[in-house]
């Protein structure tokens, strides 16, 4: 005979995975930023195409709102990051793969945010020679958001697929 378990204790766990990879994730992009900070400022790693390059972003994505005061640029980073946390929070996937790519989205989200409000910037490694620097953080909010889009699409086109083979009803 199944165990019976309570009602939100798989909810519970689920939410529980999810920040546990959300800050593992952040903590990784943070442990490598300290570490670019210390091993990338006297000079680059890696040729020309693809280095290790200490670069201190003002902006956002592209550097854009660079000139906007620090303060403004966190505070609405940090309206964002709430909001995609609260999502996943409520949301608390039943999906493995969506419950990491929304991990991976506020793990990168939350890691920016928290090298921002240091000293207003954040801090950028990962150059590829014809792409502004980016650092990890920003490689799991697209590969995340890449991944929820993705999911969500094969979800709808499994759900299409399974209506149209139901059998009509008829009233």
């Known amino acids: 005979m199944p ?19 959300a800050a593992a994730l952040a903590g990784l992009d943070l442990a490598l930023k300290t570490w670019a ?14 280095q290790l390059r200490l ?7 592209f550097s854009m709102g660079d000139t906007l005061p620090s303060w403004v640029v966190i505070a609405l980073t940090a309206l964002i990051t709430a909001g995609v946390g609260v999502f996943a929070w ?16 506020l793990a ?3 890691a920016n945010l928290i090298d921002r409000t240091a000293d207003g910037v954040v801090t950028d490694y990962l150059h590829t020679g014809w792409w502004p620097t980016f650092n990890l953080a920003d490689v799991f909010i697209v590969c995340g958001g890449i991944a929820v889009a993705a999911l969500s699409w094969l979800r709808t086109d499994q759900n299409e697929h399974a209506n149209a083979n139901a059998p009509a009803t008829t009233t």
């Open 3 to 21: 165990e019976h378990t309570p009602r939100g204790s798989s909810a519970a766990r689920r939410r529980t995975a999810l920040a546990a990879g």
């Open 37 to 50: 900070k210390d091993s990338l400022a006297d000079a680059p790693i890696g040729p020309g195409f693809a």
């Open 55 to 61: 670069a201190y972003n003002p902006g956002v994505a």
């Open 90 to 105: 409520r949301t608390a996937p039943t999906s493995k793969a969506t419950a990491a790519a929304l991990a991976a989205i």
């Open 108 to 110: 990168g989200a939350a």
